[in-house]
């Protein structure tokens, strides 16, 4: 059985960091891309970092010199470091597999979703 439970958010000034846990089960990340998704109120879910099989890193634009991917396929673990947070930053983090087209990174989660990890960005 799929399960992934995100953890490690909370709430944080303009500039500050937050590292992001994901811990997966019933799946070996090792061989999956996975990827760091956002949920806006009323959004779809936005791929923001997406990782290889051999650990090269994607980021979306609005995140790219920000937020650090990584992940432990020992652990069956996903991190996301996110520093100089900023208030646009503030949404509810998930985890799940991704993939690519074209050299592009894209979604392509699981149809089973974590909680996800709610994020705030406010002074």
């Known amino acids: 059985q799929v399960q992934l439970v995100e953890s490690g958010g909370g709430v944080v000034p303009p500039g500050g960091s937050l590292r992001l846990s994901c811990a997966a089960s019933?799946?070996?990340?090792?061989?999956?891309?996975m990827g760091w998704y956002r949920q806006y109120p009323g959004k779809e879910r936005e791929l923001v970092a997406t990782?290889?099989?051999?650990?090269?890193?994607y980021y979306a634009v609005s995140v790219e010199g920000r937020f650090t991917i990584s992940r432990d396929n020992a652990k069956n673990s996903l991190d996301l470091q996110m520093n100089n947070l900023k208030p646009e930053d503030t949404a509810v983090y998930y985890c799940?597999?991704?993939?690519?087209?074209?050299?592009?990174?894209?979604?392509?989660?699981?149809?089973?979703w974590g909680r996800g990890t709610q994020v705030t960005v406010s002074s």
């Open positions: 799940n597999t991704a993939g690519f087209r074209s050299e592009a990174p894209v979604g392509r989660p699981m149809s089973e």
């Open positions: 019933g799946f070996p990340i090792s061989v999956n891309v």
């Open positions: 990782i290889r099989m051999g650990g090269t890193a």
